[in-house]
């Protein structure tokens, strides 16, 4: 089991990013997904998550920016990022949001906002 991330780059504060992860295995259907950022000499943090029905919660601080998805057909989570800040600049990662359940992280994928 994989999970792959992609969509990061450079962007201007106020611009946008689509992430996208992709997951391998029947099990990811049915699990709780969750993105999550680490930027430099920080902890790694929950930035949103998603339920197997399409429920979706959002850290205080990129709600009404960010919007999670989920593809169950296609194993795909999302995160559509606008407005986006200098402080969101991280390394960003997908996973399951209950940690027992966790898969190993994968490389992540960088997301730079410029000022």
């Known amino acids: 089991v994989q999970l792959v991330e992609s969509g990061g780059g450079l962007v201007q504060a106020g611009g946008s990013l689509r992430l996208s992860c992709l997951a391998s295995?029947?099990?990811?259907?049915?699990?709780?997904m969750g993105w999550f950022r680490q930027a430099p000499e920080k902890e790694r943090e929950l930035v949103a998550s998603i339920d197997g029905v399409g429920r979706a919660s959002y850290a205080d601080d990129v709600k009404g920016r960010f919007t999670i998805s989920r593809d169950n057909a296609e194993n795909t989570i999302d995160l559509q990022m606008n407005s986006l800040k200098p402080e969101d600049t991280a390394v960003y990662y997908c996973n399951a949001y209950i940690r027992a359940q966790r898969l190993p992280w994968g490389q992540g994928t960088q997301v730079t906002v410029s000022s």
């Open positions: 295995g029947r099990i990811f259907r049915f699990r709780q």
